[in-house]
């Protein structure tokens, strides 16, 4: 039988288990979109290129499966950005891109670009299909590739005449998924899992902090058992926030020195389980003052080109972070364990840091960041997820609110890409339908891709944003305010996103002072279509901008 490029696409998709694709239409994409439509894949059709890869990196980050997304050429151009973004959450996104005919290659032809160049930079691997029948093997090999380590984007260029190029299906080697993924997790040494329990037992001051390889696949329950048995204290950031709740005794909370005050209690900490998180800025490099240089460190990681970077480690063990600990939950186990008087002073650290946030809370008009958090916090329930963008409101509901369940609580990754967090909270609304979502961003953010509310609307996805308007570009207003007393192109119009959202077919309200917020959030919830409320906000300096400032006034780095 005859079978098509498309139908082999779909059909390799299909192997792994993809159900949902975030796209465009597109001239040369035209055939796989419709055989997609035929075969009954799910099609997000949305506003921009650079939401709809958010979109997928967000499903694969929340799902733990293949996010695909599928674009034309421009469209592809369009997507880069969203890849960049990808690559830093980390997350497996298959992009796929339509391309002129390659048999009209390098002469000119409509939209030639070099779309696997352009790809090659922000993805882990980036291939043009040159012939239908490869169309099984190189999608196994560009998912193997996105989840293999460190988990992250790839990219197919598959043109147009290989979407329709015809071959019979005896000259084509199908492929199980089975087939071309590893099984067995990959686990730590007997030796190694002796030594870092020897090493944990002997602390006095320990910490453990988990990042996004802690969240992959099934395996986070192991870590709330390791903690509960070994009675050690843990921070969680990026995907791994919510795999233990921040409610936990021995959970907490937020690793960031910014935001999260009692986190710097790390320099004090004797030993450092590392639990995929990278010795990078975020941490000063792994380096003094912010890691003790007579701390011992062990370093659980996915990908072996990161152990001991930046800093010598005492215990670098490559594997498979979830596995791993449940190889040192089993051995941690054969020995008694105690509270320490260490948790008892992280806790009172939390306990202090949680009160003087909570202040921030005071009801003013324009309505304070925090009075907005803290009245969401009122509303919140245990399945709700919430999406964080960038900005100094966004970051003051990042330091309060709590991450209670695992792929719940999302923000940017470290390249600080502003305007993801309305196509994550999309996704994640798709992924989880059965929760709430919150989308919390700001006027600046909201501008980048607030034009997916129409997808929303036209998906039937009713997310909630709560757009926090100070009419200004307000981290980068305050920080030019803090080193150089003016301001520089950062105000913005006091817009009415509220009026956007209803041309669009959203619920949208205008608050603007703090007895209107509860009542109207309420409202927005009840709507059952995607809502905005556009809540006017002081600009208040965040906490990471203070730093910000305060660092470069002593010389410190950008």
Same mark, same amino acid.
């Given at each position: 039988m005859a079978l098509t490029g498309s139908h082999l696409l779909t059909r390799a998709l299909r192997e792994e288990g993809v159900n949902t694709i975030f796209t465009l239409a597109g001239?040369?994409?035209?055939?796989?979109?419709?055989?997609?439509?035929?075969?009954?894949?799910?099609?997000?059709?949305?506003?921009?290129?650079?939401?709809?890869?958010?979109?997928?990196?967000?499903?694969?980050?929340?799902?733990?499966?293949?996010?695909?997304?599928?674009?034309?050429?421009?469209?592809?151009?369009?997507?880069?950005?969203?890849?960049?973004?990808?690559?830093?959450?980390?997350?497996?996104?298959?992009?796929?891109?339509?391309?002129?005919?390659?048999?009209?290659?390098?002469?000119?032809?409509?939209?030639?670009?070099?779309?696997?160049?352009?790809?090659?930079?922000?993805?882990?691997?980036?291939?043009?299909?040159?012939?239908a029948r490869r169309i099984p093997d190189m999608v196994a090999t560009a998912v193997r590739t996105a989840f293999e380590g460190r988990r992250g984007p790839v990219h197919l260029t598959v043109p147009v005449d290989v979407q329709t190029q015809r071959v019979e299906e005896s000259e084509v080697r199908f492929y199980e998924a089975a087939s071309y993924r590893p099984q067995a997790p990959?686990?730590?040494?007997?030796?190694?899992?002796?030594?870092?329990?020897?090493?944990?037992?002997?602390?006095?001051?320990?910490?453990?902090?988990?990042?996004?390889?802690?969240?992959?696949?099934?395996?986070?329950?192991?870590?709330?058992?390791?903690?509960?048995?070994?009675?050690l204290p843990l921070m969680t950031e990026e995907a791994a926030r919510g795999i233990v709740s921040d409610e936990h005794p021995y959970c907490l909370g937020f690793f960031d020195l910014s935001l999260h005050q009692p986190a710097n209690l790390i320099r004090e900490a004797d030993v450092v389980l590392f639990l995929g998180k990278l010795l990078d800025f975020t941490i000063g490099f792994g380096l003094p003052p912010i890691v003790s240089g007579t701390a011992k460190v062990i370093q659980v990681e996915p990908s072996g080109v990161q152990v001991g970077r930046n800093r010598g480690v005492d215990l670098g063990i490559v594997g498979d972070v979830g596995p791993v600990v449940a190889q040192l939950c089993a051995k941690a186990a054969e020995h008694e364990w105690k509270d320490l008087p260490w948790l008892q002073r992280l806790r009172d650290a939390r306990a202090a840091e949680r009160a003087r946030i909570a202040a921030f809370a005071a009801a003013e008009t324009p309505l304070r960041s925090m009075f907005v958090h803290q009245t969401l916090a009122a509303s919140l329930r245990p399945d709700d997820v919430l999406v964080f963008d960038g900005g100094d409101y966004a970051y003051y509901g990042r330091a309060f609110l709590p991450a209670c369940r695992p792929r719940s609580w999302h923000y940017l990754p470290n390249l600080g890409m502003l305007g993801a967090a309305v196509p994550?909270?999309? /996704?994640? !609304?798709? =992924?989880?339908?059965?929760? #709430? *979502?919150?989308?919390?961003?700001?006027?600046?953010?909201? @501008?980048?891709?607030?034009?997916?509310?129409?997808?929303?609307?036209?998906?039937?996805?009713?997310?909630?944003?709560?757009?926090?308007?100070?009419?200004?570009?307000?981290?980068?207003?305050?920080?030019?305010?803090?080193?150089?007393?003016?301001?520089?192109?950062?105000?913005?119009?006091?817009?009415?996103?509220?009026?956007?959202?209803?041309?669009?077919?959203?619920?949208?309200?205008?608050?603007?002072?703090?007895?209107?917020?509860?009542?109207?959030?309420?409202?927005?919830?009840? /709507?059952? !279509?995607? =809502?905005?409320?556009?809540? #006017? *906000?002081?600009?208040?300096?965040?906490?990471?901008?203070? @730093?910000?400032?305060?660092?470069?006034?002593?010389?410190?780095?950008?």
């Amino acid at each position: 039988m005859a079978l098509t490029g498309s139908h082999l696409l779909t059909r390799a998709l299909r192997e792994e288990g993809v159900n949902t694709i975030f796209t465009l239409a597109g001239d040369h994409i035209l055939p796989l979109l419709d055989l997609l439509a035929d075969e009954d894949f799910r099609l997000i059709d949305c506003r921009h290129e650079q939401a709809a890869v958010h979109m997928a990196d967000a499903w694969g980050r929340i799902t733990g499966q293949l996010g695909v997304c599928a674009f034309t050429t421009p469209g592809h151009a369009n997507a880069i950005p969203g890849l960049v973004n990808a690559l830093s959450s980390e997350s497996p996104v298959l992009n796929i891109a339509g391309s002129a005919d390659l048999r009209n290659a390098h002469r000119g032809i409509m939209q030639e670009i070099d779309q696997v160049g352009m790809a090659r930079p922000v993805t882990k691997g980036a291939w043009l299909v040159h012939d239908a029948r490869r169309i099984p093997d190189m999608v196994a090999t560009a998912v193997r590739t996105a989840f293999e380590g460190r988990r992250g984007p790839v990219h197919l260029t598959v043109p147009v005449d290989v979407q329709t190029q015809r071959v019979e299906e005896s000259e084509v080697r199908f492929y199980e998924a089975a087939s071309y993924r590893p099984q067995a997790p990959r686990v730590a040494a007997k030796e190694q899992v002796e030594e870092a329990i020897r090493l944990l037992r002997g602390a006095e001051r320990p910490l453990i902090i988990a990042s996004t390889p802690a969240a992959y696949g099934e395996w986070t329950a192991q870590l709330q058992e390791f903690i509960e048995t070994t009675r050690l204290p843990l921070m969680t950031e990026e995907a791994a926030r919510g795999i233990v709740s921040d409610e936990h005794p021995y959970c907490l909370g937020f690793f960031d020195l910014s935001l999260h005050q009692p986190a710097n209690l790390i320099r004090e900490a004797d030993v450092v389980l590392f639990l995929g998180k990278l010795l990078d800025f975020t941490i000063g490099f792994g380096l003094p003052p912010i890691v003790s240089g007579t701390a011992k460190v062990i370093q659980v990681e996915p990908s072996g080109v990161q152990v001991g970077r930046n800093r010598g480690v005492d215990l670098g063990i490559v594997g498979d972070v979830g596995p791993v600990v449940a190889q040192l939950c089993a051995k941690a186990a054969e020995h008694e364990w105690k509270d320490l008087p260490w948790l008892q002073r992280l806790r009172d650290a939390r306990a202090a840091e949680r009160a003087r946030i909570a202040a921030f809370a005071a009801a003013e008009t324009p309505l304070r960041s925090m009075f907005v958090h803290q009245t969401l916090a009122a509303s919140l329930r245990p399945d709700d997820v919430l999406v964080f963008d960038g900005g100094d409101y966004a970051y003051y509901g990042r330091a309060f609110l709590p991450a209670c369940r695992p792929r719940s609580w999302h923000y940017l990754p470290n390249l600080g890409m502003l305007g993801a967090a309305v196509p994550v909270a999309i /996704a994640a !609304k798709l =992924a989880k339908p059965g929760s #709430r *979502v919150f989308c919390i961003t700001g006027d600046g953010s909201f @501008g980048f891709n607030g034009m997916e509310l129409d997808t929303a609307v036209r998906h039937g996805l009713d997310i909630v944003v709560l757009l926090g308007n100070d009419a200004a570009w307000g981290i980068d207003k305050n920080i030019q305010l803090g080193l150089y007393g003016k301001p520089v192109i950062t105000d913005l119009a006091p817009t009415r996103y509220d009026i956007v959202a209803e041309g669009l077919g959203a619920h949208g309200e205008l608050v603007e002072r703090p007895g209107e917020l509860a009542p109207a959030l309420e409202r927005a919830l009840a /709507a059952g !279509k995607p =809502a905005l409320l556009n809540i #006017r *906000v002081q600009s208040q300096i965040s906490m990471r901008a203070q @730093g910000i400032v305060d660092s470069r006034k002593k010389g410190g780095a950008f």
